[in-house]
């Protein structure tokens, strides 16, 4: 299969941690990547390979990964932090590109 | 720093072509190592990627829209261009440009342009 699957929505309580989803064949081969998306911008990229930020990103962003699934986990959420949040990969091939359908993050 | 600018018209009649291009400055199309993707948002919904581009001219699409695109490179611009033909009203989207590299052992999406929406539309 070339599709990542996510959950499409989920919830965390202020200053607690959160864990979000994907899953798919293509991840046996490759990271997650994962994407953080406020309405009205472009994503960011806030984690890449087995848990790697990019200079910028708040080290509360961590992922890890097993088997067919890739996590993105938020210790201790804030407020910002509510987003769409997106996973992608390339497929199992390697030519080509897919994208998880996102979870919406809200911060209660 | 590398960035990347959409341009091209906000508003595509049905059945004509989609035409963007994007821009890059803070870095070289022909440096390597890169692949240049075309990615888009329908309204309120998830990314779809489009297709890419190797600054070499070679291309993969996305299945789905693999008969209406075409990208292409132009190295001395520093550009690569989308063209989508016969649109609908469901290519509605906001475009994005994007820049693909391989980084341990994942293929992370680390610049992005601003996106653009094209609205198809009589």
């Known amino acids: 299969s070339s599709e990542l699957t996510q959950d499409p929505a989920v919830s965390v309580a202020l200053g607690q941690t959160v864990r979000i989803t994907c899953q798919g064949d293509s991840l046996r081969s490759y990271y997650a990547s994962w994407y953080q998306q406020k309405p009205g911008q472009a994503p960011v990229l806030v984690i890449y390979g087995k848990n790697n930020r990019p200079s910028g990103i708040p080290d509360r962003f961590s992922g890890s990964s097993s088997g067919n699934t890739a996590s993105l986990t938020i210790t201790g959420a804030q407020a910002e932090d509510e987003a769409d949040y997106y996973c992608?990969?390339?497929?199992?091939?390697?030519?080509?590109?897919?994208f998880g359908g996102g979870t919406k993050l809200t911060v209660l | 720093q590398v960035q990347l600018q959409e341009s091209g018209p906000g508003l595509v009649k049905p059945s004509q072509t989609l035409s963007l291009t994007c821009t890059v400055s803070?870095?070289?199309?022909?440096?390597?190592?890169?692949?240049w993707s075309w990615i888009r948002q329908h309204p309120g919904k998830g990314l779809e990627w489009i297709g890419y581009i190797y600054y070499s001219g070679s291309t993969y699409y996305n299945p789905s829209l693999k008969s209406r695109v075409t990208i292409s490179v132009d190295t001395s611009k520093n550009q690569f261009s989308l063209k989508l033909s016969s649109v609908t009203a469901a290519d509605t989207a906001v475009y994005y440009c994007a820049r693909e590299v391989r980084r341990s052992s994942s293929w992370p999406f680390d610049y992005w342009g601003q996106g653009t929406l094209v609205t198809v539309s009589s």
């Open positions: 803070g870095g070289s199309i022909s440096s390597g190592g890169y692949y």
């Open positions: 992608n990969s390339r497929d199992s091939s390697g030519n080509t590109v897919v």
